[in-house]
């Protein structure tokens, strides 16, 4: 058996916070109703009972229906001989016909406020000059001791420039032309030729994984063999080349599986305001390969409009291409085109 509040909704409402119930049977004011459906609702402000519509704007108790009995206790219309008392929240089904007191008002308890905390006088944030992230530099800076599975793996990960005086120090390198990953990456370039004693750039390339390494005493390092199957890799020198504001990668280190190692090139001045249909740059971060490198490399904020020295990375073909106004260069957007792409990476000075 369900019991009701004395807001109890006939009709629809448009008020907030109301519930749809169903009670199987329902008690109303001593009449039974069977599978009855009812609105529960939270009434703000206090209404009126007019007939069918039980809450109207007006005065509280200014139209309690007569067939209800037409008494007033809280503002709210009541039956005559009620003894319960209702309060404001209870606009919902009754869990428990327990008689409840008549409610009280109390005085409010006073809490001391706590005293505002006196004004603090801002601090002036101090200057600092941003930090490239790593992955603006291709070329990583190691010791004469790193070893080429100690470096992380990936198509950026090719490039490493070796501090001096490698030559007496305890890397080892096993290996000749094909070097062990566990070898010294600046002493194997040491070895094959590439580097002397005054340090410099060495290009990597990871390869397939070989049965045997042999070994042999060159360029002042000897190096150790080793019958035992191991990934390997081999050094490249890095040139260096002068480009014109047309220069592509297409045209200087095109793309080919599963790296290519390109020259750290050398852009001239003033290439922002070449035309783009000479010198045109599509993508943004990821490039086009018949994209202008040094515009590409200004619109990547790699350079200023002044020139200077850019590592390229050489890498496959992409889907698309986005177009964004960068550096006061804008770039065009792309979808499919031929060739490969390549990215652009800051010279540490």
């Not at 049977?25 to 007019?50: D, F, H, Q, T």
């Not at 229906?65 to 008392?85: A, E, H, V």
């Not at 070898?183 to 049965?211: E, F, Q, W």
């Not at 750290?264 to 971060?285: I, L, Q």
Request: aromatic share 10%.
């Amino acid at each position: 058996m369900c019991t009701h509040y004395t807001q109890l909704v006939w009709a629809t409402t448009s008020r907030v916070g109301c519930a749809v119930h169903v009670c199987p049977r329902m008690n109303v004011w001593g009449e039974i109703w069977e599978n009855a459906v009812y609105l529960v609702c939270n009434y703000s402000p206090k209404g009126n009972w007019i007939g069918e519509a039980p809450y109207q704007h007006g005065r509280p108790c200014s139209q309690c229906p007569p067939s209800y009995g037409g008494s007033c206790r809280d503002n709210l219309c009541f039956k005559g001989d009620s003894q319960r008392s209702e309060t404001e929240d209870m606009n919902e089904v009754e869990k428990a016909q327990i008689p409840m007191s008549p409610r009280t008002t109390t005085k409010p308890v006073h809490r001391p406020q706590p005293k505002p905390a006196a004004p603090k006088k801002p601090s002036t944030p101090k200057p600092s000059t941003p930090k490239a992230p790593t992955s603006t530099f291709l070329a990583q800076n190691i010791k004469c001791e790193t070893k080429m599975r100690d470096k992380c793996k990936g198509a950026t990960c090719n490039r490493f420039n070796c501090p001096a005086n490698c030559q007496n120090k305890k890397g080892k390198v096993w290996g000749t032309l094909f070097y062990d990953v566990q070898s010294s990456i600046c002493r194997a370039a040491m070895h094959y030729g590439i580097l002397n004693n005054n340090g410099g750039l060495v290009d990597t390339t990871r390869k397939d994984k070989l049965p045997f390494f042999v070994k042999a005493t060159k360029n002042g390092i000897e190096s150790f063999s080793k019958y035992k199957a191991g990934n390997a890799f081999v050094v490249s020198k890095v040139e260096r080349q002068s480009v014109d504001c047309y220069a592509t990668v297409a045209e200087i280190c095109p793309f080919k599986k599963p790296y290519s190692n390109c020259p750290r090139v050398f852009c001239p001045a003033n290439c922002k305001n070449e035309p783009s249909y000479w010198a045109p740059v599509v993508g943004n971060s990821f490039y086009t390969e018949r994209s202008s490198i040094c515009r590409a490399a200004i619109h990547a904020g790699v350079i200023q409009a002044g020139g200077g020295y850019v590592d390229v990375l050489a890498l496959d073909k992409k889907r698309s291409y986005v177009g964004v106004l960068k550096n006061g260069i804008q770039s065009e957007s792309k979808s499919n085109p031929e060739g490969g792409s390549f990215r652009v990476f800051a010279v540490r000075e």
